[in-house]
Structures are given as structure tokens and as C-alpha cells.
Nanobody, 124 residues
Framework: QVQTVESGGGLVQAGGSLRLSCVAS????????MAWFRQAPGKERVFVAAISWDGGSTYYAGSVKGRFTISRDNAENTIYLKMNSLKPEDTAVYYC?????????????????WGQGTQVTVSS
């Protein structure tokens, strides 16, 4: 099993930045693709960004492309999400997800492990 703990969320003004971290334990994530999802109040969870096992491939939702950057440090068993130019519509709980494959999955159900999430609130 892979356990992940997200951190780095908080309250920020529109236009500000945050960096989320997701630290994994229980198993090395160096062979697995990882992703960030988010869930806004009253809405379904949606994909934000994903990264392949070696960081060679990344993929972003259209709503965050150009503003968010996903990265990873396999030596630290950690992935990150740097969020710039934050908007009120970015307000959500952000979740880290682990897929038991090296390449980025095409569907959410391929992510086997999920963290508890970290709250990001962007004020206008």
C-alpha cells in the first residue's frame, strides 16, 4: 500500500501562490505515476495534473495549464504542485493520487491510492 499525506494548503488572495506537497510512505513511488485532483464544495472531484514515474511526462487540466506545475522528487518520495496566479475558482480540497503504473493513466479509476486532502481557499 501507499499512504500519502498532503500539506501546503491554506488561505491566499487571488493572484497569489501556494506550493502543495504530497509525501508518500509504505512503498517507494519512484515507479508510479502520480496526480493531483481537487474537489470544490458541492462539486465532483476533478483532475488537476499528473506526472509520469520519472517526471518525463506531465499533463494538466485546461483550467490550470500555464498556472500550475507538477513535479516530483523520487529520492524524497514526494510530489509537488506549484500553483501561481490563483483564482477564487481554484478553491477546493486538493488530493494526491497514486497509480500503480509508470505512465499517466487516462481515467481516474486507475488511481489506486488517495490521500486525505489539503484545503486551498482563494479569496477575491
Amino acid at each position: 500500500q501507499v499512504q500519502t499525506v498532503e500539506s501546503g494548503g491554506g488561505l491566499v488572495q487571488a493572484g497569489g501562490s501556494l506550493r502543495l506537497s504530497c509525501v508518500a510512505s509504505g512503498r517507494t513511488i519512484s515507479r508510479y505515476s502520480m496526480a493531483w485532483f481537487r474537489q470544490a464544495p458541492g462539486k465532483e472531484r476533478v483532475f488537476v495534473a499528473a506526472i509520469s514515474w520519472d517526471g518525463g511526462s506531465t499533463y494538466y487540466a485546461g483550467s490550470v495549464k500555464g498556472r500550475f506545475t507538477i513535479s516530483r522528487d523520487n529520492a524524497e518520495n514526494t510530489i509537488y504542485l506549484k500553483m501561481n496566479s490563483l483564482k477564487p475558482e481554484d478553491t477546493a480540497v486538493y488530493y494526491c493520487a497514486t497509480a500503480l503504473r509508470g505512465t499517466i493513466p487516462g481515467i481516474e479509476t486507475e488511481y489506486a491510492y488517495w490521500g486525505q486532502g489539503t484545503q486551498v481557499t482563494v479569496s477575491s
